[in-house]
């Protein structure tokens, strides 16, 4: 007895055609040139599709881009997808470079997928692929971008993105959990079931998906954007902020004292989500009255950090040399501030 085809699988049928057989081997290792995996982040989710179902998703994939006829398209006529999945920042800038790097060196062995723009003539649209074409409009010099055009509608389009992301691993947790809420954004919009459009794109059960939902309803997006991608920071961590911040209704307060202070732009993107937890975690009279901040030289640029505790204030400076000075000159500095105490008693 012939099983009823999915909605996912009967969307997909609307994709490919019947001309050519999935990609072989070669094919595969080139799109892990440029798309290099990252191991599974501590406490990610799994996927609830089986290994053989996942593997047969990626083959799908490669099945649309091979059977596809290749054309070249000039960068500057492809616009991103109406539903960005990543948080750009400096470690999606350095992606991007190290990968047009390997498209300078090999050209652009594995072609991107798009769509007619819907309202612009002559435009396109991202599918996926993204980074490529980021990477060869950077590299200038009147290269085109290698691309398989498909007309595509929004809920395809999403679905293609859901099951491109599904078989990746170099999208963060929380970059998953902002696609899957913008996923949740269109169903809702176009009358569909939120949870089950999001699970059915993402391959998820409902409980990630629900992991997704609450700990951004209870993270507002000028934190996460401030954090950024965190790319080693996986489920578990971020839920550990979410419960931190649904805790104390303060915790957002010094959160956003911190994402305002100097110097903490500069980190990277993991290193602002630890000291996001470190201000979510601290109370006044227990741990840190105020964040971590960072200490700036005369020229602005960062010479050290203080960290205000209850007991103590601990300053730490980078430059031995005016470490050393410091220290030379504490003797005269504690003189005068005893100087100047005495004065205004």
């Known amino acids: 007895m012939s099983k009823k085809p999915s909605s996912r699988n009967s969307m997909l049928s609307a994709l490919m055609t019947s001309q050519a057989a999935p990609a072989a081997a070669p094919e595969q290792k080139t799109a892990a040139i440029e798309t290099p995996a990252?191991?599974?982040?501590?406490?990610?989710?799994?996927?609830?599709?089986?290994?053989g179902a996942v593997g047969a998703l990626k083959n799908t994939l490669a099945h649309i881009t091979k059977e596809g006829r290749v054309v070249e398209i000039d960068p500057a006529m492809i616009s991103p997808s109406p539903f960005p999945d990543r948080i750009d920042g400096a470690e999606d800038a350095e992606a991007i470079e190290a990968l047009a790097q390997s498209i300078a060196r090999s050209g652009q062995e594995v072609p991107v997928l798009v769509r007619s723009h819907p309202v612009e003539?002559?435009?396109?649209?991202?599918?996926?692929?993204?980074?490529?074409?980021?990477?060869?409009?950077?590299?200038?010099?009147?290269?085109?971008?290698?691309?398989?055009?498909?007309?595509?509608?929004?809920?395809?389009?999403?679905?293609?993105?859901?099951?491109?992301?599904?078989?990746?691993?170099?999208?963060?947790?929380?970059?998953?959990?902002?696609?899957?809420?913008?996923?949740?954004?269109?169903?809702?919009?176009?009358?569909?079931?939120?949870?089950?459009f999001a699970m059915e794109a993402l391959s998820l059960h409902a409980p990630d998906v629900s992991r997704f939902r609450t700990?951004?309803?209870?993270?507002?997006?000028?934190?996460?954007?401030?954090?950024?991608?965190?790319?080693?920071?996986?489920?578990?961590?971020?839920?550990?902020l979410y419960g931190l911040v649904k805790e104390d209704g303060t915790a957002l307060a010094?959160?956003?004292?911190?994402?305002?202070?100097?110097?903490?732009?500069?980190?990277?993107?993991?290193?602002?989500f630890a000291e996001m937890l470190k201000a979510a975690a601290s109370k006044p009279g227990l741990e840190s009255v105020t964040p971590e901040g960072v200490l700036a030289g005369s020229d602005g640029q960062p010479i050290?950090?203080?960290?205000?505790?209850?007991?103590?204030?601990k300053f730490t400076l980078t430059d031995r040399a005016f470490a050393d000075f410091i220290e030379d000159r504490l003797s005269a500095l504690h003189a005068e501030f005893l100087a100047g105490r005495d004065d205004r008693d």
């Open 38 to 51: 990252l191991a599974p982040r501590d406490g990610d989710f799994q996927p609830r599709v089986s290994a």
């Open 121 to 196: 003539p002559n435009r396109y649209q991202t599918i996926y692929g993204h980074r490529r074409v980021k990477a060869i409009a950077a590299l200038g010099q009147g290269l085109k971008v290698r691309a398989i055009v498909r007309e595509l509608s929004d809920g395809e389009l999403l679905i293609a993105q859901g099951i491109e992301n599904s078989a990746r691993q170099d999208l963060s947790w929380i970059e998953k959990a902002m696609f899957a809420r913008r996923l949740e954004q269109f169903a809702r919009d176009s009358g569909r079931d939120p949870t089950a």
């Open 215 to 240: 700990t951004l309803e209870a993270i507002p997006d000028d934190i996460v954007t401030a954090i950024g991608s965190a790319p080693k920071v996986g489920r578990t961590k971020w839920l550990k």
């Open 254 to 272: 010094r959160m956003r004292r911190l994402k305002d202070a100097r110097g903490f732009a500069g980190r990277t993107s993991d290193d602002r």
């Open 304 to 313: 050290g950090s203080i960290d205000r505790r209850r007991s103590a204030t």
